[in-house]
């Protein structure tokens, strides 16, 4: 008797197993310990973006903060949140350990959200100290426990981190559309609540994980992956790498800052929402470039290591930065000639899908290469030393969105 053909739902198991899509995708064959921190990292972008979305208009609706204060507070707390993770990188380093820092962080920014959705004015104050120290430990600890599951020139680490990335811009997705939905009725508690429910859940996760994240696995044998991997540099020469891509990291995020501020402000003011019969919340287009990323990190994850035998690592951040520029040169036109008058969103999209370009060259490229770089006693400050230049973009993204916005 003929042996029966599989059936159509078995044939669709094999076909999208995880063991098949490894076998077809190599940068899933990842440390379980990956999978795990994606998801801590993931519940903290979403809460994030849930206040990066709707801080500005929190701030004046809310507080009764003017349009041009509102964003200078919210730039100062963006750079804050950054510059103290050059304290923080080192706390990590030398006291306090990766995994340990990593829950430490999303206690302490649980708290803080947590503490935005009391009444009183004071619970600003106290939840501004919460979520500055809950990000000084947060950001560093992600580097650090990323260097522990990865041998330093795995040639899985430039894919470990635009995969990382993809689950940034995921969150930011689910973040910006909660935030969107319940800042559009003006329930901003809800929100928050929201926003501190979501690190409770990935607490949990990494408390239940944790013993996860402390083995360093060994390279692959196989090499779909391998990118080039850096020759032997001097320190000095170390030290100069390092700075440049600090700086490009700071010019970087001048211009990605203005999507939570400035950007956010013209969707609402000065850009035409109204799609079928339905206008879309500004705080929605915070969370387009975190969908652009989705559909065009693939194609860079398929497409980065041959791109990157023809050219090299500092040329594409280079490329990246030029993509920024271009990105609000593309908002002259409508601005000279609107007369006033609303435009086409079509404008806002063209400027962010550059800025996405942007962030995919810069961001993940950028601090992939500067943990190669980084000596391993030292991974929390350099890391630190990165969110700093990302700090002073900051600052400068709110002073300029300011000056805009007059």
Known sequence: MPAQSPSL??????????????????????????YLLCWAVFCERWA???????????????????????????????????????PGGFA??????GRRSLGAGMVLLMLGYAALTLSAASGLGLAIVFLLLGHSLFKPSTQAVMVLLYERHDPR???????????????????????????????????????AAVLFAGLIAVILGNQTLRLR??????SALAA???????????????????????????????????????????TDRMLLGFELPAAWFVGLPALLVLLLAPAQLALLPRIQHRVSTPRLIAWGLAAVVLAFAVLIPPALLSNGHRVSMLWLIACM??????????????????LRLAPPRLVGVVVGAWYVA???????????????MR
């Open 9 to 34: 739902l078995a044939r669709f198991r094999r076909l999208f197993s995880v063991t098949a899509l490894q076998r077809i995708i190599p940068p899933l064959r990842h440390p379980h310990g990956f």
């Open 48 to 86: 994030a973006a849930i206040l990066g979305s709707s801080v500005v208009l929190m701030l004046c609706e809310r507080y009764g903060y003017g349009r041009s204060d509102a964003l200078r507070l919210a730039g100062l707390y963006n750079a804050a949140s950054y510059l103290l993770t050059l």
């Open 92 to 97: 990590v380093d030398r006291s306090l350990g």
């Open 157 to 195: 680490l430039d894919a470990a981190q635009i995969v990382c990335y993809l689950v940034v811009n995921v969150a930011g997705i689910a973040g910006s559309v909660s935030a969107g939905l319940l800042v559009h009725s003006h329930d901003f508690r809800a929100a928050l609540a929201l926003a």
């Open 217 to 222: 696995q060994k390279q692959p044998a196989f």
């Open 228 to 270: 080039p991997v850096p020759i032997d540099l001097s320190a000095r020469q170390r030290i100069k790498i390092i700075a440049a891509l600090t700086l490009a990291m700071m010019i970087f995020t001048v211009g990605f800052g203005q999507v939570e501020g400035a950007l956010l402000l013209w969707a609402q003011d000065r």
């Open 353 to 370: 899908t550059l800025l996405v370009v942007g962030e995919l060259l810069v961001a993940p490229l950028g601090l992939s290469l500067l």
């Open 390 to 404: 990302g700090a002073l973009g900051c600052w400068l993204a709110g002073e300029i969105g300011a000056v805009w």
